[in-house]
């Protein structure tokens, strides 16, 4: 009995153990379905479904015209599994795979070769063989030896990535912008939001394949895509402007400068170009100087010191101005003209042409000195010391001195008349000077003309006028004549053509150093540079009726080459017109006396009527003049062979027939 | 039933080979499109006709209109 009770002890042991782990079972099961069984329901759904992003597509950046500027486009990361090659096949293909990498990529093939030996001899599975590479490219390379075995055989690993691409390239790259973690600069960042669009939410469940496929959701959102940007950018102007700024730019190893066109009764920026010089003496697109650098303008500002002075009626473009032998003092400070001996006794309208300092410091000094603020408050109502308000982000404030600031001296006034002491843009000099060209009627400088979604128009920007007069009609065509002759026989004569007209004014401006220390840690004080220069130039053409206006900064020329405005900017505003001018065409009407001809008429009737009807089949072309009869047929796509001349006697082929391109037909003719 | 969930599903791949055909065809049409644009701007064709000895017109075109008295 004991044996019997040991193993019946046992099977106790045994069933006790058994009721244990199967209460664990239960109790597992208990907690898995009911305890935690939501967090796994969860999990689950999880791995079937998911709230899908579904990203709405970036809107597009056009010209004027409808060329692409800036889109986003697939790009690819090239990379090389090289260990996934077989020996055999990586020795036999890898001269040919390096040949066809070194025809891609201007690089010599035994580089590739070595390139990739190493990386097999380091077994390397993630070699980059090529970034960025377009889509055509990528195409090219997946045919390549070895590549075209594809990733697992061939190692070929492709990376797409979403780029912003820029077709035309690196011009107008500033003002076309960008919007990524940099920030938002040019139009891209200006209109950021209206090109981001809004993404859509899709609830999603998965599929065979790797795919997921949309369920109805309530919570579901259709994505609106991004809006696109038509600019105002004219790409041939812009293209012209560019190249004819990098000229100067790189003959007088500036520093950097800008250029802009603006269509002057719209107030549309045709073309802008901001180039900045890098250590290595190449120029690009650095910063919107246009848009943002407000400096001295210089000579350029005399326009409008011209300009008060003829409102107010004190003086007139007759008026002499004695200007001497070409230095006189102003507080002690030397105003000095750029003609050594002066330019003596000349009218005001010559003293303009010639951009005399002394005429037109002696002009503003006489009838303002008692009284600067009409002056001040005369500059201010031409709009100068106000933002234009451009969508571009970071325009730069313009200043005007006011006569109750601290900061004005005694020789303020006289300063402001030659373009010292104030501080503008280029873009707010331009306005300027397009108002002029405009009859005196400011216009806010635009970038945008509307915005699109596929071909519907969204938002259409119109011009938009700022100030509507700012000097009278008298004023404004005795400044535009006189501005004319500045490049006809004034400071800008080496620019003048006499196939077509331009106006405006030169500017040469000293830059202002500020207070520093020098390299031995002397203190130099705030100072006039006598070395670098602002050359500016800005204007319009053609001089009567004028269309367009363009100003053109430069800074800091070198100065042994020259620093004049009319050298170093004009060339730039001539090239400039001289393409517009030469792609516009003239219109010229002529009157011919010539009667029409029935017969004439009849005959071409008779072949147009022909050429419509007849496809396939072949026409009746005897009686038609030769010229008339090939065209016909050659446009049915046969082969004409003809013998004689005048006209057609016999054909080779039946009027009626089937023919079928290619045929060949013979004429006579007579 | 099952058949329409699984046309359903075959619709969907349908729509992502056709989506990423477009990405491809678009990659395609912008990444040529960036060649033909760059061909286009008339500096680069200034240079290459330079050296057959074309150079800019200093003379605009000239439109001509002809109207013709009728009898």
Redesign the interface.
Known sequence: MVVKKGILNKLYIVVVLMALSFIVVVFKIFNLQYIEGDKYRKLSLEKTHRNDTIFANRGNVYAADGNLLATSMSKFNIRMDVMAVKSSVFERDIKALSNELSKMFKKPSSYFQKKLRDARKRKNRYLLIARNVGYNDYAKMKTFPIFKLGVFRGGFIAEQKTVRVHPIGKIAERTVGYDNHRGGAGIEGAFAEYMQGENGRRLKQKIAKGQWKPINDVNEKEPIDGRDVITTIDVNIQDITHHALLKQLEYFDADHGCAVVMEVETGEVKAISNLGRTKNGKYYEKRNYAVWESHEPGSTFKLASLMVALEDKKVDTSLVVDCGKGKIFVNNKKVEDSKRGGYGKISLARVFEVSSNVGIVKVIQKHYDKSPKKFTDKINSFGLGEMTGVKIKGEGKPFIRDPKDKSWSPISLEWMAWGYGVSLTPLQQLTFYNAVANNGTVVKPRFVKELRVGNKVEKSFDKIVLKEKIASQTTINKVRKIMENVVKRGTAKNIYSPNFSMAGKTGTAKKWIPKHKDENGKTVYGHYSSKYYTSSFAGFFPAKEPKYSCIVVIHKPKKEKGYYGATVAAPVFKEIAQKIYTSTPVDNQSISEEKEFASINKSYENYYTKLRKYKTIMPKVTGMVAMDAISLLENMGLKVKFSGSGKVVEQSIEKGNKVKKGATVYLKLS | MITSAHR??QK??KI?ELNRLK??L???F?????TL??MK???SIRDKVKTKGLN????????????????
């Open positions: 359903a599903d969907v791949l992502a990405r491809q678009r990659a395609e912008v990444d040529t499109g960036t644009m760059r701007l008339e500096s800019p017109s200093k003379t605009p075109p000239q439109k001509i209109k002809v109207t013709v008295k009728k009898d």
